[in-house]
């Protein structure tokens, strides 16, 4: 088995366990429910994200002896319970680059209380941190209209938050990643520049920088269509040191500083007097989806974007909740003052015009007939993905869902891929729920 | 070998690496710098964390035979220097726990250009994602005030990062946690109540709620000490049920939904009523430092918070970057239009009074005599961590970490605990370098 996903757990998980196996209640039938009450930042739209990576956890959902020994404050018969756990249950939901609305019912895991209870945090803290990622991820693809994004903010994050990020940015859209074991681990592609910390490493004993000596060394290691760093010192003199070097083949410089539209100008206007028609400019340094936006104009033909992605943009986590909607078929919701819930499990379709434009999200008794939509039509948004504890058969792998993704964006109305806080640009109803 | 670290890596640095082999600058004498421009947020102080961290990712950094069949953009040369890579140089810097500022130099890493040059994300990830926690978490105790402060933020964050995160937050002065991974892996105090969903559990065939068995069974499985969530339905409710399920000996209620200082005040005049003097009260609902600061003349004993410490409370990275300041004992530093450096390998003291406040921070050349301060009593700061490749004896642990910060906070001018956004309390000023 590959590695344990058991302890990713919140400790009140397992003391719930023990006293539903108590009083009887852990063998109850339950659903719980993944929804997001809220978009973070006023955003338009939500894109779930990481569905594919918690049927993979579940299925390493496994006490070990070693951390059933680390558990002493449980009973015997509750170790004895996990020592045999195996989710049995059934798993349906939106599917990976679906796009999500306060409401929507992201996913729907059904089972005993007690085999359900214990996948909460495991559950959530994937689809939170995913989904964050790909929700900011996806507008800054927007805002980059067709030109490639880098994703390179893995020293921004945790050293394993960093490689899931990558898949989720890549979901979302992003062309690349700087991060080699997210490329290894999901197949994305790799991508990379040079830091300036290997120009600065061309200097001489006195002290004198040597730039053409970086630039040369990097050209004769990874040939003329490398991407060349030119901002260590004076960028217009890196531009001309550049094309000196390598030849107006030049593949590319980055720019990682300053003012980014007036220096791709004038870089570009540099490059072009000196033949170099065909270098392009990537551009970094602290973008986000409104600075990507704002250099549409200019002559840009990458971007790499670090910190912002990894951290969302402002909303590091998408703030997913995991409810207990349904016990032995009764709908349950609690009361507190601020913070209501739909009871019952439920499914989705979302109702789109003829002209494919989506108009709402329609929430419905999860195995109950859709519902009527009038003129519309109902795009299903819940699919099944585990059965009694096993994935379903062609669930869709990273390159579907980033195309569904892809697809699903232009089904919004326009406002809905504005950058400005407003409300979010579908509504989901409730029909016998 | 525990598992490899290697490949949480940017491309970038393995094909600077492939460059720097070829042209022979690979075995330049380097020095790298771990080091912040500004604090996030405009905060006073940062808290270096992660540190122990790093010195254990460093001993993993080995490239398996599988690891190196991925890396097909590389020569030859490059992969076999990788096969054979061992980390064998210096590391010396802030020891864990320590307060930072914007330029102290955190750590610095020696050794020649090829091996310092490829650790750059891994040792950035590490101390951005911890930094972030830890200097966010910190604030929340001092607004705490001596009341405990449970970290149960795990499923608003990527799994492993929940991990780490606990541990960071328990660096900073929390007191516990939720994550049972972090309980095992760094032998942090484990905490938990009970969710929502427990209460829905118990709810009658015909939809009524039942409160009063899901708090017995409750106080049957877990004991009288435990915390009962009162706020599901009713919270006046809640808690007479509570105490009557329980009695007066109840350890704690926890709400976690509506004004919480109200709700305090409210529930603590009840549980008074009801002679249950000694049941505490926690509470949890989005609390940051402050709104924890908000409920101090508050009846609160005790605080769960979630979101904002695992995501760094509005800072989600300490934005450390990893410069190279030095080759071949020559300083170097880059001159981009916003983006300066100071050259060459340095340590840092921090003056204080002989009252004990902290003046400023002064950084020197590494290796050289600390500077003069005076009539201030100089305190090291820059401590030698990893010596040609091997961690040095007696490297503090994470208790004894925790208790440097608590001991280090207290150095602070008084506004130095300010929460406001202002300058940073202290400055560091360059001598020699």
Known sequence: MRESTALLTDKYELTMLQASLRDGTAHRRCAFEVFGRRLPNERRYGVV???????????RFRFTEEQLSTLDFLDGA?????????????????????????????LTVRGTFAECVILETLILSILNADSAVASAAARMVTAADGRPIIEMGSRRTQE?????????????????????????????????TAAHSWTLLHTGADGTPDEAA??????????????????????????????????PELGAVRIDSGDLGVLARQ??????????????????????????????????????????????????????????????????????????????????VRACRRSGTAVEEVAYPLGAEPPEVGTLEA?????????????????????????????????????????????????VRFDRV
């Open 78 to 106: 509750t170790l004895d319970y996990l020592r045999d756990y195996r989710f049995g249950g059934d798993v349906d939901g939106y599917r990976e680059g679906e796009l999500y609305f306060p409401a929507s019912p992201i």
């Open 267 to 348: 870089v570009r206007r540099q490059l072009d007097g000196l033949g170099a028609h065909n270098t392009r400019i990537v551009v970094s340094s602290d973008l986000d989806e409104f600075a990507i936006a704002a250099l549409r104009a200019e002559p840009v033909d990458a971007y790499g974007v670090g910190t912002t992605v990894v951290t969302g943009s402002g909303a590091p986590t998408a703030g997913l909740v995991y409810k207990l909607v349904e016990v032995d078929g009764v709908p349950v919701a609690k009361r507190s003052r601020d913070k209501r819930s739909h009871g019952g499990a439920k499914a989705a």
């Open 214 to 247: 970086a630039f040369r060394a990097q050209v004769e290691a990874l040939g003329v269509d490398t991407t060349l760093l030119v901002d260590t010192y004076d960028i217009t003199a890196g531009v001309a040191t550049a094309i000196e070097v390598a030849g």
């Open 49 to 59: 994200a990481g569905t594919a990576r918690v049927i993979d956890a579940l299925a």
């Open 160 to 192: 394993q938050a960093a490689v899931t990020a990558a898949r989720a940015a890549y979901l979302a859209g992003f062309d690349a990643t700087s991060n080699l074991e997210a490329a290894k681990a999901y197949g994305i592609p790799a991508s990379g």
């Open 379 to 427: 795009t299903p948004l819940t699919v099944p993905m585990i059965r009694g504890g096993e994935p379903v058969a062609g669930l869709p792998d990273l390159e579907a869902s980033r195309e569904h993704l892809a697809a699903a964006l232009v089904t919004l109305p326009w406002e809905g891929l504005a950058l400005s806080r407003d409300e979010p640009v579908l509504s």
